[in-house]
């Protein structure tokens, strides 16, 4: 079988891992020599893409991981409730995951293993790929939560947006605001905006 059709059999939509390519019997050389003819492009520490495959940026870091998360300002970016651009990539993965390769350009959030899949629902990229992102409810108290991460000037519209949202759940909101123990700081701003 040819190199390039046993790589689209293991690949995740055009995307490979160099592990990947080992484990099937493709060799570092094949690689080198693919990237070399342009049938194929390095994306990423130890992730490869055919070369028809526009980078997506946001799908990449959950190629590499299956326990990335992307949460804070990104999650409100990502669901619709801001139109600001992040300026850096917010991913949460569980405590004591590492890979410092990965995150030199996000700021990673740690958190317990068993509250790390709360709240996780899969949203479509720009490119049609799909991403894990917390639902508004758990983004919403979660940056009351972490002072450090808040931002008024973010975090006000959102809110007002996610109020009035035909798809509000306020039972979901006051949940998960026990969850973080932020139920005594969202109650002012709920109480404005009802």
């Given at each position: 079988m040819e190199i390039m059709q046993k790589m689209r059999k293991f690949s995740n939509r055009g995307y490979f891992s160099l592990k990947q390519c080992l484990e099937h019997g493709v060799?570092?050389?094949d690689l080198k020599n693919l990237e070399d003819s342009g049938k194929i492009k390095k994306v990423n520490y130890g992730l490869y893409a055919f070369a028809n495959v526009v980078e997506d940026e946001?799908?990449?870091p959950q190629v590499l991981s299956d326990k990335v998360v992307y949460s804070n300002e990104t999650a409100l970016y990502l669901t619709g409730y801001s139109d600001l651009l992040p300026e850096i990539f917010t991913v949460t993965v569980p405590k004591?995951?590492?890979s410092k390769k990965m995150w030199?350009?996000?700021l990673v959030r740690q958190t317990p293993a068993e509250l790390l899949n709360e709240g996780v629902q899969e949203i479509q990229s720009f490119y049609s790929n799909p991403l894990k992102v917390y639902c508004i409810e758990r983004t919403l108290c979660?940056?009351?939560h972490s002072r450090k991460d808040f931002n008024k000037e973010r975090y006000i519209?959102?809110?007002q947006r996610y109020?009035?949202?035909k798809d509000r759940k306020i039972w979901k909101l006051t949940d998960y605001a026990r969850m973080f123990?932020?139920?005594n700081k969202i109650r002012p701003y709920l109480e404005v905006l009802i």
């Open positions: 060799s570092r050389y946001y799908y990449i004591g995951y590492h030199q350009n996000f979660e940056l009351l519209p959102a809110l109020m009035a949202s123990n932020v139920e």
